[in-house]
C-alpha cells in the first residue's frame, strides 16, 4: 500500500449471478482528498461504494483501509479505525427514520458504537448540528419537519458523528435543486476543510464532480478508464468515453461549448 494512502482498492472484481459488474479495479484515496466517482447509470460506481462500506460484496480482490484489509467486513464487525468510513446517499427523504427524532438520529450511532453514553451523546448534538448551520431546535423535530436540502445535511451530521476519515458519498446532491446543490456542495467543501475527511464522492454528473474533486476516476460498463488529476481529466481528457461525458454536460456559454466540441474532436481524430 502506498504510505500516502487512506484507502487503496486492488483488482477489486464484484459479480451478481453471473454477471461481472466490476472488473479489476484499482483505485486510492489520499487523506484529505476528495477522489470523484464519475459515470453513466450501470457503470458500476456505486457497487464500489458499497463494497468499501461493507455493504456489498468484494469478490476478489482487496480493500485496504490504513493497511488493513476490510474487504467483505460488515460495517458492524469493524472495530478501530475501520470503524471510521461513513456515509451520504442519495435520497435524504429515505435515509433518515422519519419516527425519530434528529436529536436520536445523530446520537443513535454514537452510543451504538460505545463511543458515548447517550448522555454525552446528546452533548454533541448541537455541536453536530452547527458543523452543519442548522439551530439548536433543529434537534428536537422530525426529518418531515424539514427540507431536501436540510435533511442532507442531516444526514452529514450523523455521517460526522464518529468523526470519520472517510465518508463515501452516493450521489448526494442528485435530489436537490441546482441552488440547493451549490449550498450542499460548499458545505462539503467547509467540513474537509475544517476536519481532513476524505470523500469518495459517486455522481453521474461531471459538473458536479469537477466542482470538489482533486482526482477524478471515470468509470464505464465496470472498469475505471481514465483517472487523474481533475484539471487534467476535465481539461484535456485521454479517453474518448471522458470526452463524450464532458461533451453531454451543458456550458452555459454557446461559444465556449462550441470551442471545447472542436478541442475534443481534435483529440479524437489524434487517438
Known sequence: MSHDSLVEVRDLC????????????????????????????GSGKTTIGRSILGIGPANSGRILFEGGDIANVAPRDRVGDAARIQAVFQ???????????IEDILTEPMVARHIAT????????????????????AAHRYPREFS???????????ALALSPRLIVCDEPV?????????????????????TGVAYLFVSHDLAVVRHISHRVAVMRGGEIVEFGDCDQVTARP?????????????VADPIRQAKRRQDF???????
Open 14 to 41: 464484484v459479480s451478481f449471478a453471473t454477471h461481472q459488474v466490476i472488473k479489476n479495479v484499482c483505485l486510492d484515496i489520499r487523506p484529505g482528498e476528495t477522489v470523484g466517482l464519475v459515470g453513466e447509470s
Open 238 to 250: 485521454e479517453h474518448p468515453y471522458t470526452r463524450r461525458l464532458l461533451l453531454a454536460a451543458p
Open 265 to 271: 474532436l481534435t483529440l479524437d481524430a489524434r487517438s
Open 148 to 158: 431536501g436540502g436540510q435533511r442532507q445535511r442531516v444526514a452529514i451530521a450523523r
Open 118 to 137: 447517550r448522555d454525552e451523546a446528546r452533548l454533541k448534538v448541537r455541536e453536530l448540528l452547527d458543523q452543519v448551520s442548522l439551530p439548536a431546535d
Open 174 to 194: 442528485s435530489a436537490l435543486d441546482l441552488t440547493t446543490q451549490a449550498t450542499v456542495m460548499d458545505l462539503f467543501i467547509e467540513i474537509q476543510e475544517r
Open 91 to 101: 435520497d435524504p427523504y429515505t435515509s433518515l427514520n422519519p419516527s425519530m427524532t
